[in-house]
Each structure stands twice: as structure tokens, then as C-alpha cells.
T-cell receptor, first 116, second 114 residues
Framework: GAGVSQSPSNKVTEKGKDVELRCDPI?????LYWYRQSLGQGLEFLIY????????KSGLPSDRFSAERTGGSVSTLTIQRTQQEDSAVYLC??????????????FGPGTRLTVT | GNSVTQMEGPVTLSEEAFLTINCTYT??????LFWYVQYPGEGLQLLLK?????DKGSNKGFEATYRKETTSFHLEKGSVQVSDSAVYFC?????????????FGGGTRVLVKP
């Protein structure tokens, strides 16, 4: 079956521009997560959605970062006024479980963002 | 807060050698523990998991045992192959927290030479 998909796979943008990254989770998965993988910081959690609500936004590094999820499915991560330190691979994962379980997270291939 | 520490790489070894990657954790609740693997050019894949103390996770010849007394989850494989060359990440999710967000270690790059 279809896995988690992300688009675009690569994005090069100029400093100061806004970018939108998209995640299509596995159909039926209620939980969706965004992570960031960078050379300096490793793999970091950004935000968690359960359905359309985001009970945990604790990993968003600044107010330039925001995310939404509509219809309990597709999610968009938006970075405003991009900075060079935003360059990283942005990973999306989904799982079928609720909080308190140990349900496996399935990861997408990531979006490589380069800010020049 | 939660944290995961794993041995730094790169780890270089010959085919059929024994592999150990050490992982220790700090958590406030009762975490589930995971090993994820990232093969060259591919996305993160779950390799194995353990949800409670003394559980052993295993997959593809890899094993790891959840040791609560030493807060460890070391990954082992008895005979590695060239195809095991990848970056390995130890991770935990704290079931007491909202959601099951993963806290990752820094990753260990493993290179297996023929």
C-alpha cells in the first residue's frame, strides 16, 4: 500500500522567502508528526497532530514555523522568512495509534530544504 | 527531559564481524524503545522495538534488550553483511507524554567492508 509521501523532495529557496512543505500520511492514520534532521542538531521533533488538532507544538523552533492539518489527512509545514539555519531535511511520519500507545511511526522520504 | 545517547561513529567493520551499538536513555516515564535504520538514499525505517523492561526486539538478525536497570537498549548483530551499511538511530517514546513523539540519539554510521 501507499506509504507516507512528502513534497517537494527538494526545495532551494532564498533567505527571507516563505516555503510550504507538504505531507500526505498513510490513509487512516490519525497521528501525524513533523521532525527535522540537520547536521548540527540531529533528528528533532517539531510538532504532533492528533486528527486536525496539534496538542504538542513544543518542538517548533520559532514563531516563523507553523503547521496545519486539514480533514485529518494532509499536513502543511510553513516556514516564513527562511534563514540559513533552517536548511535541513524535514521528515513527516504518521501512525495509527492514540496517545499512550507504542504504535509504530512510518516515515516519509523527507523534503530537503536548502536556504541560500 | 527525555534524552538518548548512542555511541558516535563511524563504525567500520568487516563482513561477518560482530556489531554492537551502545544506547542509553533518560526518561521521566516508562518509555518504549526503538532502533531505526536509514540506508543510503532512503528514509527512516523501524528496525525493532521493545515496549517494556526485559523485552527483546529482533529483526533481520539484529537484537536489542530493554534493560531498565541500566537504562540501555544496545543493538547487536552476530554477523554483519555489506548491506547492513547504514545509519542507525536509537529512539524512545514516552507513553506518559501527549502523543508518542520520538526522541532520537545522534545516530551511528556503520560501514561494512567486504
Amino acid at each position: 500500500g501507499a506509504g507516507v509521501s512528502q513534497s517537494p523532495s527538494n526545495k532551494v529557496t532564498e533567505k527571507g522567502k516563505d516555503v510550504e512543505l507538504r505531507c500526505d500520511p498513510i490513509s487512516g492514520h490519525t497521528a501525524l508528526y513533523w521532525y527535522r534532521q540537520s547536521l548540527g542538531q540531529g533528528l528533532e521533533f517539531l510538532i504532533y497532530f492528533q486528527g486536525n488538532s496539534a496538542p504538542d507544538k513544543s518542538g517548533l523552533p520559532s514563531d516563523r514555523f507553523s503547521a496545519e492539518r486539514t480533514g485529518g489527512s494532509v499536513s502543511t509545514l510553513t516556514i516564513q522568512r527562511t534563514q540559513q539555519e533552517d536548511s535541513a531535511v524535514y521528515l513527516c511520519a504518521s501512525s495509527g495509534g492514540l496517545a499512550g500507545g507504542s504504535y509504530e511511526q512510518y516515515f516519509g522520504p523527507g523534503t530537503r530544504l536548502t536556504v541560500t | 527531559g527525555n534524552s538518548v545517547t548512542q555511541m558516535e561513529g563511524p563504525v567500520t567493520l568487516s563482513e561477518e564481524a560482530f556489531l554492537t551499538i551502545n544506547c542509553t536513555y533518560t526518561a521521566t516515564g516508562y518509555p518504549s524503545l526503538f532502533w531505526y535504520v536509514q540506508y543510503p538514499g532512503e528514509g527512516l525505517q523501524l528496525l525493532l522495538k521493545a515496549t517494556k523492561a526485559d523485552d527483546k526486539g529482533s529483526n533481520k538478525g539484529f537484537e536489542a534488550t530493554y534493560r531498565k536497570e541500566t537504562t540501555s537498549f544496545h543493538l547487536e548483530k552476530g554477523s554483519v553483511q555489506v548491506s547492513d551499511s547504514a545509519v542507525y538511530f536509537c529512539a524512545l517514546s514516552d507513553r506518559g507524554a501527549a502523543g508518542n513523539k520520538l526522541t532520537f540519539g545522534g545516530g551511528t554510521r556503520v560501514l561494512v567492508k567486504p
